[in-house]
Nanobody
Framework: QVQLVESGGGLVQAGGSLRLSCAASGRTFGNYIMAWFRQAPGKEREFVAVISRSGGGVYYTDSVKGRFTISRDNAKSTVALQMNSLKTGDTAVYYC?????????????????????WGQGTQVTVSS
């Protein structure tokens, strides 16, 4: 099991940027596939982005492609989500998640049920 702590959320105007960070502890970080999910009020938690264990593979949900960038630093046990050109529809609680094993390509895993470890979430609010 790995412990995850998100930071970097806040209030930003539409068109602005935020950088979320997730710090991991407890296990060898480089063994984990890492992902970001988000949950807006009254909605299901949805996939945002995933990054492979090496950092060489990434995948994004269509609505954030070209605006968000996921990255990781295995030496520092952190994963980040750079969010640019934010829209009001990006308002949500953002969660990082970790998966320790993979039968398929790392970026195949985009379902909430795929991930065993979760952070507490950080609120992102985008105002118009």
């Amino acid at each position: 099991q790995v412990q995850l702590v998100e930071s970097g959320g806040g209030l930003v105007q539409a068109g602005g940027s935020l950088r979320l960070s997730c710090a991991a502890s407890g296990r060898t970080f480089g063994n984990y596939i890492m992902a970001w999910f988000r949950q807006a009020p009254g909605k299901e938690r949805e996939f945002v982005a995933v990054i492979s264990r090496s950092g060489g593979g990434v995948y994004y949900t269509d609505s954030v492609k070209g605006r968000f960038t996921i990255s990781r630093d295995n030496a520092k046990s952190t994963v980040a989500l750079q969010m640019n050109s934010l829209k009001t529809g990006d308002t949500a609680v953002y969660y990082c998640a970790a998966k320790p094993r993979a039968l398929y390509s790392d970026t195949y895993y985009r379902a909430r049920a795929d991930y065993s470890d979760w952070g507490q979430g950080t609120q992102v609010t985008v105002s118009s």
